[in-house]
DNA sequence: CGGCATCCGGGAAGATACTG
DNA sequence: CAGTATCTTCCCGGATGCCG
């Protein structure tokens, strides 16, 4: 018996801020609470609810459906169901979505600058490949030309440096020049801790294989950035 | 009598993501709500509490309080007291909180593609100014060299057009090739709703004086963009 | 009047349990 | 596996009141 809101109104007040700017706009959308950490674990590709679940340690399962209720609503996310035998319903940005990236990268490359900011804590395949494609060191990476084979677990990545670039997709690796195999945390360990492989290769946490000198030139590639200026100018 | 919470935390829990991301702790700094917002009304120079409160409506006292707060112990905004006889408190952006900028403009730009976007509503000065930093065609500012002055109340600004690029400040303007007066509102009807000046003029919303035709060619450099696109690809 | 502190109601987020 | 149902906690928004 629930006769309490018959109020009737098709959408309960949704709580938005009344203001023409396109800031305070994309906040209605994407700036409740993890909404953008989910566009975040779809920008490599289509995930199903549970993997969001596992790579988003914290949200809950009604806090999920309702953000991709939410963003599938507004056009950021689509939900499409897999041709059998898969069968599996997954969720995946729109075009529109997809640009979304570039807010992602301002934000991390600002944050990544707070004296607050502590690298150690767990991190998703995610968001450690997105920290890749925007925290490489301009100059570290000139002159490489290589590909770089990551695998977590059953989802595989290409990181591909060259011209002075670095790009990451989705997808197997045939020929790499090395392939690294573990979880997001030892690799982010080894390239923003500063970690050997052979340290995290002992503990079983990664496991390296090609060309070593590549790889450990790869650990630093990615230089965290100097600590912002805090004090009034 | 609250005797009940002597759990005797120093900080009670503040709601965190706890993900290595840089993106992730950027959106634990700014992601609460009116956080962002607050930034961008601070970004054409310092303001009191309550030019924040006149210019963010719908933010409520206590809230705003509780934003500057916890601003001012991340490093982003600093408070500071005039000298006399001013002798008021201000808030300011530290440089850091200034980097904040490109956030500010990327979520502009990909908020105004959005299907829902409604360019009608309220906006405030610091909303409409900075959206004119991100906005501009490129094609159409191209080869114009001009000053424009805007007086929002007691507020100045400056809007220099050059070498392809519009820069916008805060400050008194002498030479200034076109002087408009009005609200927010007004000039955002003009530049963004094709509200011919005339037409605001003798509403009594907006005085414009100077070179008129450089004032309505003014009117044609923000175009929005086309609405993205939502499907699937 | 500016800059909060306090109290209150409603709603969003978090945790857990449960179902098809 | 992919969510719903329920309950609790906490945050947001509004009103009021204090205090320099």
Redesign the pocket.
Known sequence: MKLEKITDRTE????RYDDACGTAHALDLIG???ALLVVRELLFGPK????LRADLP??????L??RLEGLEEFGIVTRRKLPPPAS??VYELTPWGMDAQPIIEVLGRWGARSPHHDPTMPISAAGLLSSFRTMYGHDQVKGIDARIGVRFGRESFVIHISHGRVEVTRGEFDTTDVIIEGTPVALGAAVYGGVPFETLAAQGMLAVSGDMALARRFQTLFPLPAKAQTASA
């Open positions: 309960p007040t949704r709580r409740e609470r993890w199903r609810f549970s993997d914290g949200i809950s399962a009604n806090v459906t309702q599996a319903q």
